[in-house]
DNA sequence: CTGAAAGCGCTTACAG
DNA sequence: CTGAAAGCGCTTACAG
């Protein structure tokens, strides 16, 4: 390995010089000694090392991802897209990307303060440990789709609820009267139950109901099928809480002999590349993955650089894309 | 920040006593001060700063994981459930995961050196730099579908030739004689040769034949679309690099008013859980991305322990998955 | 079983 | 413009 030393040893300088032209300080060595040193660097192919650098420097230029969840989290296209978004621009602004993959709250704080993160971004919930958290980590943390009630907080959300309203209003207008709510049992979280709220008050506001039987989040796909089959109410019109969700149930609903959108409507929420392709294509909300990506790290560079600005909560739009997974009831056969 | 010296001056001992408890190495301490220091450790809530560590033993707990691509690359299924699989691995052997997406060889380098990896995976194609990357970086290097001609090599693959030939066969028995490859222009590599390679000698070993005007890399899907369906001899069967590319393919063609399989039979590669979900379910080649992903660690970490074993090239084998995207010709209607 | 010393590779803060 | 000294928080290697 060479070092700052082996540098300034066949430069003829001390390490102090060597040091300032690594960090391009130039305005503080001699234009002859920039040379040459830079030349020595380029010929014996010097990298700082970053951990003496960061021990010395209380910098560690170390961003960490934090996802909740242990399991295949990156299966989800939606933890995937974002975590991509994410390194990208991490890598972009000269910093370095670790990943964690976490369930326990207590890990965070040890993986954060192991490596002296200068900053971190949360993918999933942490609500109910936001404040240990920043109890404990007192850097830039951005957390994403949040609804904890901490006064201050660095959040990129969506407008989930507006997401539900958008999805019953849809229904409605194409003539369905009777619905349900379908989620995974795992991600029962304030995000799936603003989505559910916004669903369930448009509902009620036209003068519908969304009863507590027809809100389902079984363990099993299985069971869901099932008992949406056999309702005493039969559903017209099903609102899944994602994408991935809404693309399986319509497949095992094809698959036991049942028409889409004839005899269940389905309309997802993301807007994956993938809701294009299946067939019938899927009629969803959209949120822009990529918007949220850059907002998080754009502002967790903001609060790097100037520790005193307000913490802010960001909430971008959603959007109903109409595809072809809801019937217009209205010129279909009654 | 808690320290070392904290805790010894609480407990009332050198900061080398505290260093071997958090190490564990109990046979070097006494029972009373293992308990004492414990307990002190938990109330303060001390974390070993890893630059210390690191800088001091030459150890740093770090595996870089290394992507080829800059923009987007978790946007491709196989690399984000990869990823996923290796970084949950290697949190579970107690080891830190850093991610970085690199385009040019020089910077793995860079990465590798500046933190002082222990260890590194790569996913995509590092083939012509393999000799200067191993040159420069003693620590065990997993590569991933390879096919590099270096002979000591640690890599992980999958049978693309196999995957070429049993489409190849799987069109011919189904009474197929007009084929077509198609792949994104950007994935020009080894890897994709050897699937076409396998796919062709096979049809050839029939007494059949595929023209090169019939190997499609255009730059755009509407391009290939554009060829396919003008080609001089009317092609049925296309075999698609991977299942992203088929379920595009298919999406496009669908929306020209082309029947699949009647008009045009596609088969994919990678087994993607979206392969199941399109319409037809696609058929295509599968390969264990899980397993993949844990030979990778595994095989690292037995380097990481026993430098002197020899290098690997693990092959994995792969396999057709039938579904709904080729038709019978031998049944269908002449 | 315990600890004092030296050092990992760098930067900060200062003196000149 | 340059450099000697001290220190970041830990571990290694040694002495007792």
Not at 47 to 55: E, K
Not at 65 to 93: D, F, K, R, S
Not at 294 to 313: G, K, R, S, V
Request: overall charge negative.
């Amino acid at each position: 390995m060479i070092t700052l030393k082996d540098i300034a040893k066949e430069a003829g300088v001390s390490v102090m010089t060597v040091s300032r032209v690594v960090n391009m300080r130039y305005s503080e060595v001699s234009e002859e000694n920039i040379e040459k040193i830079n030349s020595i660097i380029n010929r014996l192919g010097y990298v700082p090392n970053s951990s003496a650098r960061s021990l010395s420097s209380k910098s560690s230029k170390i961003i960490s991802i934090i996802i909740q969840g242990e399991n295949n989290v990156l299966e989800t296209p939606y933890n995937a897209t974002m975590l991509g978004y994410i390194v990208q621009h991490v890598q972009e602004c000269g910093f370095n990307a670790m990943v964690h993959f976490i369930n326990e709250y207590s890990d965070v704080t040890k993986h954060l303060q192991s490596w002296n993160a200068e900053g971190a971004i949360f993918l999933g919930t942490f609500d109910k440990n936001i404040l240990q958290i920043q109890e404990n980590n007192k850097i830039p943390l951005v957390f994403t789709d949040s609804y904890s009630s901490v006064r201050q907080l660095i959040n990129i959300g969506i407008d989930d609820y507006k997401g539900g309203v958008l999805a019953a209003r849809h229904f409605i207008e194409n003539g369905h009267r009777e619905f349900a709510f379908v989620t995974l049992h795992t991600s029962v979280s304030q995000l799936i139950q603003q989505r559910l709220r916004g669903f369930k008050d448009t509902i009620e506001n036209a003068g519908l109901s969304l009863s507590e039987e027809h809100i389902l989040e079984p363990f099993q796909m299985e069971e869901t099928i099932q008992r949406l089959t056999t309702l005493k109410k039969p559903v017209t019109a099903i609102f899944a809480a994602a994408d991935n969700t809404a693309i399986e149930l319509m497949d095992q609903l094809k698959k036991k002999g049942y028409r889409i959108p004839e005899d269940f409507s389905i309309i997802g929420f993301d807007n994956l590349p993938m809701s294009r392709y299946v067939s019938p294509q899927l009629t969803t909300i959209s949120q822009d993955i990529m918007k949220k990506a850059h907002y998080a790290i754009d502002i967790l560079f903001q609060h790097l650089n100037d520790p005193a600005l307000p913490t802010q909560n960001i909430i971008l739009d959603v959007e109903l894309i109409k595809r072809e997974s809801v019937l217009d009831r209205n010129t279909f056969a009654k």
